[in-house]
């Protein structure tokens, strides 16, 4: 017997097989804008928290965990030491950096893939290098390879990190530390 029309009628009307996703969808939303109206709107610089990460020193502007009314963006600056560099990473989302302070370069191996039974990523060996001075902006595409490079030998470059969390909460939650900074 095919689970036809007839079968499917009679199932809905019977049993107690029921689940409770879409109730429980309501329940999260309501609970979700009663937390919602007590987040935080203005974070104070004291209260942004530092890391030392596999990427290098940051400081947390806007974060998941940071219980901001912001949802989409996470934030950080990141401090680069005289000469020094971040580790290299890629993620799913587009990042864009923009300049506070200093001069250097950015190195990108850009991705390409192919997607068959299955998604395959290659980056290319050299990577592309954008240079970067106080006050300017940099786009970094999506699963591209990257690195920012403090090229002053004598002075610390500080960057603001801007990325969307949105890919990740659509199960895209793709990221990869490839090497870390020196000495993190």
Not at 89 to 102: A, C, K, P, Q, T
Request: glycine share 6%; proline share 4%; hydrophobic share 35%.
């Amino acid at each position: 017997m095919s689970y036809g029309y007839d079968v499917e009628k009679a199932k809905a009307h019977e049993g107690d097989t029921f689940v409770e996703f879409y109730r429980q969808g309501l329940d999260r939303s309501k609970k979700f804008r009663q937390d919602y109206a007590s987040r935080l709107r203005v974070v104070k610089a004291a209260d942004m928290p530092f890391e030392r990460s596999p990427d290098g020193l940051i400081k947390h502007v806007i974060h998941e965990n940071m219980n901001t009314a912001e949802c989409c963006l996470d934030i950080y600056m990141q401090f680069l030491d005289p000469g020094k560099a971040s580790g290299i990473h890629r993620h799913l989302s587009e990042e864009v950096i923009f300049v506070v302070e200093g001069r250097g370069h950015d190195l990108h191996w850009d991705v390409s893939f192919e997607c068959d039974e299955e998604i395959t990523f290659d980056w290319t060996e050299e990577p592309q290098k954008f240079e970067w001075a106080r006050g300017d902006f940099v786009y970094i595409p999506p699963y591209c390879a990257h690195q920012h490079v403090n090229s002053d030998p004598d002075n610390e470059a500080r960057i603001i990190v801007i990325n969307s969390r949105i890919i990740k909460k659509m199960g895209f939650d793709w990221f990869d530390q490839i090497e870390n900074a020196e000495g993190f």
